[in-house]
């Protein structure tokens, strides 16, 4: 058995590159569409990579079983996956896009922590951190009703099981920022973009750079107090 590992659910997004170059240690490294990334990204963590496609319930159990199968302690999980925040009317959301959606973002984390979060529990503790949105605070903006839904079922996973495994030494803890620029914004208008800059006290939309201190906070250990928190990354913007 190895040293315990981080699990990085989403290790080839724009926030896990942004993260692996602050992290040091064992990692297990979930990529699903970019792994190719992961070889230019400057980290010295110790990666290894599993492929996962999240958007069935196959894919999920069959990445499950991949990490299970490498014997390997996982100590930390940070949870990034989600489908792109599409602005849809509500009465145009198909069953086949709300059901993509909440397997990325909410179904994967289910199985991920009803796997190890026990087994984590067994071996000492650990910490989970995940990433939720600000639009869990306050009214969101029109036409993201299956985005918004599925974070705020994330957001109740985490709360939940920060009461249910504290007494087992698991922190489980997430940030809710304000829009960052990454590949998703491309999906929305660039007038919303800029609307939302224009918001932050700061006169711009969060970097994935700008998320990486507090999810490094929250995965170190060094808080064990700091338990079901929802923390706003969001420049001092209004929250309600």
């Known amino acids: 058995m ?34 190719e990334l992961l070889d230019s990204c400057e980290t010295s963590a110790d990666i290894r990579r599993v492929f996962g496609d999240f958007s069935t319930k196959e894919g999920i159990e069959a990445f499950i079983s991949e990490v299970l199968a490498m014997d390997v302690e996982v100590g930390k999980i940070l949870f990034l996956p989600s489908i792109p925040a599409v602005p849809t009317k509500f009465a145009k959301i198909t069953e086949d896009q709300l059901e993509k959606t909440f397997l990325v973002g909410y179904h994967a984390a289910f199985r991920v922590f009803q796997t ?11 910490q989970v951190a995940a990433i939720l949105t600000s639009y869990c605070f306050g009214a969101p903006p029109k ?3 299956q ?5 705020y079922a994330l957001y109740g996973l985490v709360r939940s099981l920060a009461v249910e495994y504290a007494s087992k030494g698991i922190t489980v803890n997430a940030i809710a920022p304000s829009m960052v620029e990454t590949s998703f914004v ?19 939309n969060a970097k ?10 929250l ?20 929250l309600n």
């Open 2 to 35: 190895e040293h315990k590992a981080l699990l990085l659910l989403g290790a080839d997004s724009d926030i896990g590159l942004a993260f692996l170059k602050e992290w040091e240690g064992p990692v297990i490294a979930h990529v699903c569409k970019k792994a």
């Open 116 to 126: 190890f979060l026990p087994k984590m529990a067994k071996s000492g503790g650990g």
């Open 143 to 145: 036409f993201l009703a």
């Open 147 to 151: 985005y918004v839904s599925s974070k």
């Open 186 to 204: 491309s999906n929305l208008p660039a007038f919303t973009v800029e609307q939302e800059a224009q918001k932050s006290p700061l006169g711009r």
């Open 208 to 217: 994935p750079e700008d998320l990486v201190p507090v999810l490094k906070l």
């Open 219 to 238: 995965l170190s250990g060094e808080a064990p107090y700091l338990n079901g928190a929802v923390i706003p990354v969001t420049s001092g913007s209004q």
